[in-house]
């Protein structure tokens, strides 16, 4: 009874703001915690990946929360320089390479997300909501390291192979043969001093680091999803490297790409698998709706395999990349306020 009431009141824009601000007050030591755990970490080398992956217990103060994931509120607050964001904007806390939608924006009044591509598939399922495009959120991002100790980092490590394995979340864990993919890293690894392997926490907090430094790689992370600096630490990641591979897709190609990156996508068997104990994890549930799309997900995959197959990129496709991440859609700080309508 109590959650059909509150989904009566959140159709309206009036009680709507009370509720919003009542959560934001309600988990207000939560997210002084986070703020205050994130800045901690700050400071924290990028090669401290154990303490860096240690959970951040959530701080939401909107109800689906995902404009806090990857630290993006936290970003555009330094962009525009606020001490605040309207209460009425979401955001997809990712890119998503098919048709899915998420169903938790009902209540707001606009979604932020890369591109046409994902802007037609919104405003679908939204109709009455602004689909606000912004393209890759990491433009937004301050890098993380200072520019003294970036080139100290550069000179003791020198030419950078950074690897992105296929990863797990919370609930679904990925799996794919890893001594291949140590071998493929091994073969792509000549003419580079350092390789660095970008692990996501989950798979940190798996234990999955060691076979990476078993090899002698260096492994880093951006950080837990709920630190506020997720996507500046994740930035100075990208920019300290020379080259990237991966073997699966995900946002980390549009950073890249836009950061001027070489990125190199190898072919490799990868599958999801349930996580023991999480039958009611919601990005399993979510898991089972975004299955529904996995066809139009492999189209694309092939798309950005074969565009990002180690050979130059031709315009025409790097054309298709700039409007598949809608790089046209970068917002200077006043573009953004106006948007936003702050």
Known sequence: ????????????NGTRRIL???????????????????????????????????????????????????????????????KS???????????????????????????????????????KIYPSIKILKV???????????????????????????LVFPFHSIDGVLSDFDSEEFLAIIDEKRN???????????KDILLGRDK???????????????????FLNRLKSIIELSDAIISNEVGSYIAYAHYLKKNIQLVRQKTTFCDEDGQENNTNKKAMADISKHWDEYELIQDVLFR???GDAINSDDQEYLNNLFGFKYIKTSDELCRSLNI
Not at 88 to 114: Q, R
Not at 220 to 227: K, R, S
């Open 191 to 201: 003419g580079f001093d350092t390789v660095m392997v970008c692990l996501y926490f």
């Open 1 to 12: 009874m109590k959650d059909i009431i509150i989904r009566q009141l959140l159709k309206f």
């Open 85 to 123: 964001l309207p209460y009425n904007i979401a955001n997809e806390h990712g890119f998503i390479f098919s048709s899915f939608v998420h169903k938790h924006f009902t209540y707001y009044d606009k979604i932020l997300t890369f591109s046409d591509f994902r802007g037609k598939y919104l405003a």
């Open 20 to 82: 919003f601000s009542l959560l934001k007050l309600r988990n207000s030591r939560k997210n002084d915690f986070l703020l205050g755990e994130s800045f901690r970490r700050k400071s924290l080398s990028i090669f401290e990946y154990g303490k860096l992956a240690k959970n951040i217990p959530a701080g939401y103060f909107l109800p689906n929360g995902d404009i806090q994931l990857y630290g993006f509120y936290h970003t555009l607050l330094q962009y525009v320089n606020k």
């Open 135 to 161: 393209g890759p959120y990491i433009h937004y991002a301050k890098p993380l390291l200072t520019e003294i100790y970036h080139a100290q980092l550069k000179e003791e490590l020198g030419r950078i192979l």
């Open 211 to 229: 076979k990476y430094t078993d090899k002698g790689y260096k492994v880093t992370t951006a950080g837990h999803i709920n630190d506020a600096f």
């Open 307 to 309: 565009i990002l197959n």
